[in-house]
């Protein structure tokens, strides 16, 4: 891949390699005495990001070859998995380094850009047509890398039978981010984001400690539920935005030049959107938790019977001196009535 990236980049000129490597549709904002002491470099979408997009996507397959092969594929060989708990353990590895990293990088955000202690900013000032640098920059990385995922299904030599599986799992990734980019829902979409990835690498991290040592539980009781709380609190804050804060706001009438899609129609559609994958999701969670349970439950019988048939399988020495289960053999010694007998 690298030596492809090498040679499509050579093909162009320094001004043309810009488009794909710098974020376009830059808007300076000069220098105010009542808002700023200083210019400030803001960003809004256009066509020429899907090359950005398109240029972030081969250095996200860069950075996961590089991950597997110098991580993960060291700690397989030391581990020595089956084939299924390999490629389990390859997902959580390359997942949960994405979920930390982007947690990270989007709550380093909410919290320079005052999203945390003003949540009135999720809708005031809507539509958020020119959006800082930071916040532009993490949604084309956010899309670069669920697009990357798709050709890494070829190259991690998915089974034909999870393809499927993964394509649903990316697309709604790719449908909603996307959905939040376009619609001007930038401030909202990052909150969710972050909300989830932390569940998730929570979820990740807990099956990678899982398969170092089975006996360890504790974090997926911690995960189940924060994943819930989290689906809660997503829906708390969606139909905050769309049936309080967007549905009060003057402006509502569609327009395309502005950037304004806050009109009902969309405002519904997006709610149904976001409580259809809450829904989804809960659906996956829940069985899950049936499938650990009937594991758990079918187990844990045989290691009773297999105690029981030990502990029977154990004579004491009276036993052994007398016979099998308190019967006496004709091996045995004889008994009060046969001595008996016998000295008369």
């Not at 005052?114 to 539509?127: G, R």
């Not at 930038?186 to 990678?208: A, D, M």
């Amino acid at each position: 891949v690298v030596p492809l990236l090498l040679i499509f980049i050579s093909f162009f000129t320094a001004k043309a390699a810009v488009i794909f490597v710098t974020l376009q549709y830059n808007v300076t904002i000069p220098a105010t005495d009542v808002q700023s002491a200083e210019t400030i470099s803001l960003y809004h979408y256009g066509i020429k990001d899907l090359a950005t997009i398109f240029f972030y996507m081969l250095v996200a397959i860069i950075i996961h070859a590089i991950i597997q092969e110098y991580v993960l594929d060291k700690i397989n060989r030391k581990m020595h998995f089956s084939k299924t708990k390999h490629s389990k353990f390859n997902e959580s590895g390359q997942l949960s380094a994405f979920y930390l990293f982007s947690c990270v990088w989007g709550t380093s955000i909410l919290v320079s850009e005052n999203y945390i202690s003003d949540p009135t900013s999720l809708w005031k000032d809507y539509p958020h047509t020119l959006i800082p640098f930071q916040m532009k920059f993490f949604y084309i990385l956010q899309l670069a890398y669920w697009f990357h995922a798709f050709p890494e299904l070829y190259f991690q030599k998915t089974k034909k039978e999870d393809i499927f599986r993964q394509i649903v799992y990316i697309g709604l990734y790719l449908f909603h981010i996307a959905g939040a980019y376009l619609l001007k829902l930038t401030h909202l979409g990052l909150v969710l984001l972050v909300l989830h990835y932390f569940v998730e690498f929570l979820f990740h991290i807990s099956r990678l400690f899982y398969f170092s040592d089975e006996r360890y539980q504790k974090g997926f009781s911690l995960w189940a539920v924060l994943f819930v709380l989290a689906r809660l609190l997503t829906l708390i804050l969606s139909v905050l935005t769309f049936g309080f804060g967007l549905a009060r706001a003057e402006d509502q009438q569609l327009n395309f030049s502005t950037g304004n899609f806050n009109i009902l129609a969309v405002r519904i559609s997006v709610l149904a959107s976001i409580c259809m994958a809450q829904a989804f999701m809960m659906w996956k969670f829940i069985n899950f938790q049936l499938r650990r349970w009937r594991e758990h439950s079918s187990s844990q019988p045989q290691s009773v019977k297999k105690k029981f048939v030990t502990a029977k399988g154990k004579t004491s020495r009276k036993e052994r001196e007398n016979g099998i289960n308190g019967t006496v053999t004709s091996n045995g010694a004889d008994s009060p009535r046969s001595r008996k007998d016998k000295s008369s």
